[in-house]
């Protein structure tokens, strides 16, 4: 399963953006669908997560700035991002987990989008 991860870019502190991810692959079921992000110098880190039944969890500073949200028709995951601070600036990954179906059998999966770049200038 390969995941697509867009929207980031360059903002003013107090600005905001919005990441969007998109999974695809032949034939496969996603469960669980999260945002991590990595500082420079920093171990990656959980900011948001989602189930497919739509519970979310948020972590850390995020808390009342960040809202994520899926389409589970479209594979899709969304992160909202308001009130961008500084300390926000990072690489941003976007993570699912789910089934995938090879030759007849369901086995579990984990991927990682490919990164995107989010600076908030002070």
């Known amino acids: 399963v390969q995941l697509q991860a867009s929207g980031g870019g360059l903002v003013q502190s107090g600005g905001s953006l919005t990441l969007s991810c998109v999974a695809s692959?032949?034939?496969?079921?996603?469960?669980?669908m999260a945002w991590y992000r990595q500082a420079p110098g920093k171990q990656r880190e959980l900011v948001a997560s989602i189930t497919s039944a739509g519970t979310t969890n948020y972590y850390g500073s995020v808390k009342g700035r960040f809202t994520i949200s899926r389409d589970n028709g479209k594979n899709a995951v969304w992160l909202q991002m308001l009130s961008l601070k500084s300390e926000d600036t990072a690489v941003y990954y976007c993570?699912?987990?789910?089934?995938?179906?090879?030759?007849?059998?369901?086995?579990?999966?984990?991927?990682w989008g490919q990164g995107t770049q989010v600076t908030v200038s002070s």
């Open positions: 692959g032949v034939v496969f079921k996603v469960n669980g």
């Open positions: 993570n699912a987990d789910g089934l995938i179906e090879s030759g007849g059998l369901w086995r579990t999966f984990g991927s």
